[in-house]
């Protein structure tokens, strides 16, 4: 697998002051609230449900209609509506405000769900719908896929040599297929394997398990069917390549599988096991597995990892692999992705972090084959304007937004109702910075906002 939009109208910050009185402040608008990464892509939402994409396009998963054509700055595929995403090798699923589910890139095996495969058609470079409603959880694995309905029923599509659907057989299929009726409550897709949890706590898991990532004691001994290997108590789960994670409700943080860089986080390198073991006794708040590489954060909003970092994944300034979980940021962490061989974070002032190969872009920084082996900015947080007196009339607005992108700028004297005026429209710089400097009127407050228009 390694390999000009119309007007839109999203409204990035809206800020009043009265000319006579002007302090500098700020005022928030569209965070970041969601990171996805896959195998040379990246993914994130914004609170007004817009979904962006950039990195590797070979197979039209970044679903803006081109193909081919990678992007090392973060493009809008959808404006609005969207509230989750998931990221596989080289396919994206997406899910809407009314539940619809949607797909794009790679169906060489029918992981996109559409009914046709890799003898039909082997990519879609477009958003397509697959489920018209009442999808509430979505997954993506190398060439396969997961999806979760309103009533707990779990779904699955597309590759199956390893029994990775968990369907009784190791035939792929290219359309939507239930697995389980009901109870379902959590999924993760990994590479050949799956995990899901039920409403009792419980965690199932089917698939490869030429490591011992499914955790029931053996070793090379595929499962085709979910079998269940803890009863109770999970809380979350994540699946890599060849390695898996689940938290308990006390915090802890569990692995099995693969640890030939030291993913499980035990202290130990290339020593498998095909059981769960503890690798954090409590404090942990979320996971997320790469490749061969594994993060997590915890209660105070720390960030750790543990793993390969031959391409600066885990963040910590080197390129040298751990075996034991190392911190990489102190706090205000608040959401990870681990894609093969980069990794993402939020933090909690809706900033977008990465670090890790860059090759195709998918960090998003505006450059290819710098990898990043400390944390970057990718968005900062740019959801801010901040104002600046210039003498008496005059004010100077600075926001960052997405590097190379034209703003425009409008003001409007009254809130009720708006009357937006175009004053001027400028592009942010190379690092998204933007600045307009424009007299107010002296006579009454000023209302302003700033709005992407490309």
Not at 195 to 216: E, I, P, R, T, V
Not at 234 to 253: E, M, N, R
Not at 405 to 424: C, E, F, M, V
């Amino acid at each position: 697998m390694k390999p000009g939009r119309n007007l839109i109208q999203i409204w990035l910050a809206l800020l009043a002051f009265p000319v006579l009185n002007l302090h500098p402040s700020t005022a928030s608008a569209q965070p970041v609230t969601q990171v996805a990464a896959g195998g040379y892509h990246s993914l994130f939402l914004k609170s007004d449900g817009s979904l962006w994409a950039m990195g590797y396009n070979g197979y039209g998963e970044l679903g803006d209609g081109t193909g081919l054509i990678e992007t090392n700055l973060p493009e809008l595929i959808v404006a609005s509506n969207v509230t989750a995403i998931a990221a596989g090798a080289a396919h994206t699923l997406f899910l809407k405000t009314d539940g619809s589910l949607w797909a794009m890139g790679c169906n060489n095996n029918g992981e996109l769900g559409d009914g046709t495969d890799g003898a039909a058609y082997d990519s879609f470079t477009l958003p397509e719908q697959i489920v018209a409603s009442n999808v509430m959880a979505i997954a993506a694995g190398y060439e396969h896929s997961l999806f979760l309905m309103n009533d707990g029923s779990l779904w699955v599509m597309g590759w199956n040599q390893y029994g990775q659907l968990g369907d009784g057989t190791y035939d792929s299929t290219n359309l939507p297929e239930q697995i389980v009726a009901s109870n379902v409550t959590a999924i993760a897709a990994g590479a050949y394997s799956s995990l899901f949890l039920k409403s009792d706590g419980s965690l199932w898991a089917m698939g490869d398990n030429g490591h011992g990532q499914l955790g029931d004691g053996t070793d090379n001994n595929d499962a085709s069917l979910p079998e269940e290997i803890v009863d109770g108590n999970v809380t979350a789960i994540a699946a890599g390549l060849g390695h898996s994670l689940f938290l308990k409700s006390d915090g802890s943080l569990w692995g099995m599988g693969w640890n030939l860089f030291g993913q499980l986080g035990d202290g130990t390198d290339n020593d498998d096991t095909n059981l769960p073991e503890q690798i954090t006794d409590g404090g942990v708040t979320a996971i997320a597995a790469g490749w061969y590489h594994s993060l997590f954060l915890k209660s105070d909003g720390s960030l750790w990892a543990m793993g390969y970092n031959g391409d600066g994944e885990l963040g910590d300034g080197t390129c040298i692999n751990t075996n034991l979980p190392g911190q990489i940021v102190a706090g205000n962490v608040t959401a990870i992705a681990a894609g093969e061989y980069h990794s993402l974070f939020l933090k909690s002032d809706g900033s977008l972090w990465g670090m890790g190969w860059n090759e195709y872009g998918q960090l998003g920084d505006g450059t290819y084959n710098f990898d990043a082996i400390g944390p970057e900015q990718i968005l900062g947080a740019y959801n801010r304007i901040t104002v600046q007196p210039l003498g008496v009339t005059n004010a100077q607005l600075s926001f960052v937004g997405v590097a190379l992108k034209n703003y425009a700028l409008d003001r409007s004297r009254s809130l009720t109702p708006a009357n937006w005026i175009p004053q001027a429209t400028n592009p942010a710089g190379s690092f998204g910075a933007l600045v307009f400097t424009n007299p107010p009127d002296a006579t009454t407050n000023n209302f302003w906002r700033i709005r992407l228009v490309q």
